[in-house]
Nanobody, 128 residues
Framework: QVQLVESGGGLVQAGGSLRLSCVASGRAFSRYATAWFRQAPGQEREFVAAVTWSGLRKYYADSVKGRFTISRDDAKNTVYLQMNSLKSEDTAVYYC?????????????????????WGQGTQVTVSS
C-alpha cells in the first residue's frame, strides 16, 4: 500500500524558514509528479508547488513564487518544500500528493484531480 508521509511542520516567526519533507513508502516516486497543497482554516485546499518526475519542471503558485522551492531526491524517495520568508498567511496544513505524469498533468497540475495519493498533512504556523 502506497503511503506519503509529511514532516517538518511547526511554529515559526514571520520571516523564518522551514523545510517540509514528503517520503513515499510502498512505491518509488519515479514516473510520478509530486505536489504540495495547503489548507488554511475555513478555506479550500490550494495548490502550492509541483515538480515533474524528472525534476526538470517546477511549478509554483504566485503567492509563494520566489520564496518556496520544491525539489526531489528519488534516491531517498523524498520530495522537499523549502519555505523561506514565511508570512502569517502561509499558516496552513500542508499536504503532499503524487500522481502519474500523464499529458493532462501539465494542464491540470494546479487542481487535485491529477493526484492519486495524499499524505495526512503537517501543520505550519507562522506567527507575526
Amino acid at each position: 500500500q502506497v503511503q506519503l508521509v509529511e514532516s517538518g511542520g511547526g511554529l515559526v516567526q514571520a520571516g523564518g524558514s522551514l523545510r517540509l519533507s514528503c517520503v513515499a513508502s510502498g512505491r518509488a516516486f519515479s514516473r510520478y509528479a509530486t505536489a504540495w497543497f495547503r489548507q488554511a482554516p475555513g478555506q479550500e485546499r490550494e495548490f502550492v508547488a509541483a515538480v515533474t518526475w524528472s525534476g526538470l519542471r517546477k511549478y509554483y503558485a504566485d503567492s509563494v513564487k520566489g520564496r518556496f522551492t520544491i525539489s526531489r531526491d528519488d534516491a531517498k524517495n523524498t520530495v522537499y518544500l523549502q519555505m523561506n520568508s514565511l508570512k502569517s498567511e502561509d499558516t496552513a496544513v500542508y499536504y503532499c500528493a503524487d500522481g502519474r505524469e500523464t499529458p493532462d498533468f501539465y494542464v491540470y497540475y494546479r487542481q487535485e484531480d491529477p493526484y492519486e495519493t495524499w499524505g495526512q498533512g503537517t501543520q505550519v504556523t507562522v506567527s507575526s
